[in-house]
Nanobody
């Protein structure tokens, strides 16, 4: 079993910053690709950023230069962070943590980010 628990969402003004965290535990490996996706109201879920141990991060064009993904590989857990700066109204969405393993996708329950003045 794989468990993903996100935290760090909330309400922020345009131009502000938030940091999301995702703690992964269970039958995982430090090499599992992980990432963040988001889904805005009425829209499909889209990739925000991914990171794999041993390779560079990958970002959606819409967040390049504003968001930074990183990961911390501990003995039994992996934590993935998403530092979001210069937030815009269009960044409002539910953000989901993702882990890939053996051709399967695991998802967290999501954390809501609202950018509003």
């Amino acid at each position: 079993q794989v468990q993903l628990v996100e935290s760090g969402g909330g309400l922020v003004q345009p131009g502000g910053s938030l940091r999301l965290s995702c703690a992964a535990s269970g039958s995982i490996f430090s090499t599992n690709p992980m990432g963040w996706y988001r889904q805005a109201p009425g829209k499909q879920r889209e990739l925000v950023a991914t990171i794999t141990r041993g390779s560079g991060p990958n970002y959606a064009d819409s967040v390049k230069g504003r968001f930074t993904i990183s990961r911390d590989n501990a003995k039994n857990t992996v934590t993935v962070y998403l530092q979001m700066n210069s937030l815009k109204f269009e960044d409002t969405a539910v953000y989901y943590c993702n882990l890939k393993q053996w051709a399967m996708d695991y998802w967290g329950k999501g954390t809501l980010v609202t950018v509003s003045s």
